[in-house]
């Protein structure tokens, strides 16, 4: 079987729900405070672990209480924890978000994940087959040093550049499998994108990318799907009808979901087509890492 390497954050998520976001300056009444274990990468190493794949997180955590607890659901979830080191002197990554009518609003402070450092991605040894992931909450540096070994020992790469920042070519170029929704998009293909936008908006901005026309470019479009283009050809997969709850983790559910069906032998359509029904599962749950599904939930619900 083939392995999923995640370079990535690992946070613990302070979740606060609301019936209402507030306005700048402006205080509103809370329902409830949550503890959940997130952080893109973690999340995205738990997809892989919960869909059948071997997964592997490789990332910085500080030794305080957050990062204690932030090790031991991990490792219960089948998460190969080797390549996470514990970092003195600095706290472990922390997300504030607040949700209200199943829309998030997020502050990341990356505390130990802005440590990652090009020689902790020296650590995994890779091979041909394997898949390696990674998102932008970790320094640039790291990633790009992360899928340079990856491409020399033939490993497919998965970016998904989020949160939205710029970055260069030199570092897409590296990329075989570029996952990123409309927000993220529009940033790096320099336009002005709305998820309420025809599909054709996305197809003529992700042909408009720095970076080669051979990449496999997704946009998740939350309940409307995913776009996918595939040697330059579009694709578009419905979203499923579901009562969303919480959507924090759905993009991340999809990358993982994604890889982990890659890892496991599946042509790129079927893995798209599996990676939107688990993303779909996810967004029911509240929560970021324990909402995401296992082999069987996803199973049950493709029928």
């Known amino acids: 079987m083939r392995r999923v390497f995640v370079a990535g954050s690992i946070n613990m998520d302070v979740v606060a729900t609301a019936d209402r976001h507030p306005k700048v300056g402006e205080t509103v009444a809370g329902k409830e405070v949550h503890y959940f274990p997130g952080g893109k990468g973690a999340n995205q190493a738990v997809a892989v672990a919960k869909l059948g794949a071997s997964s592997t997180l490789i990332g910085r955590l500080g030794t305080d209480a957050f990062g204690q607890q932030l090790r031991q659901f991990l490792a219960a979830q089948s998460v190969d924890l080797t390549l996470v080191k514990d970092t003195a002197d600095v706290h ?9 009518d199943a829309d998030n609003t997020i502050v990341v402070v990356p505390g130990a994940n802005a440590l990652v450092s090009a020689e902790d ?113 579009p694709m578009l997969i419905a979203g499923r009808v579901v009562k969303a709850v919480d959507t924090t983790g759905a993009g991340d559910c999809f990358v993982g979901a994604l890889a982990a069906q890659l890892a496991n032998g599946k042509p790129i359509r079927d893995a798209l087509e599996y990676a939107n029904a688990a993303a779909s599962i996810c967004v029911q749950r509240m929560g970021a890492a324990p909402s995401m599904p296992t082999a069987a939930e996803v199973a049950a619900m493709r029928g």
């Open 92 to 100: 472990t990554g922390t997300a504030v978000i607040t949700i209200a």
């Open 121 to 233: 991605v020296a650590a995994p040894v890779l091979a041909k087959g394997d898949v390696a992931v990674s998102q932008f909450e970790i320094p640039q540096a790291a990633i790009a040093a992360f899928f340079k070994r990856a491409r020399t020992a033939a490993a497919t790469t998965i970016l998904n550049p989020a949160p939205a920042r710029p970055c260069g070519r030199d570092l897409l170029d590296l990329v075989d499998i570029l996952i990123l929704n409309e927000t993220e998009l529009g940033l790096l293909a320099q336009a002005e994108l709305h998820d309420t936008d025809e599909p054709v908006r996305f197809v003529e901005a992700a042909r408009r990318l720095p970076t080669a026309s051979d990449k496999i470019i997704c946009v998740t479009l939350g309940k409307r799907g995913v776009l996918a283009l595939i040697g330059g050809e």
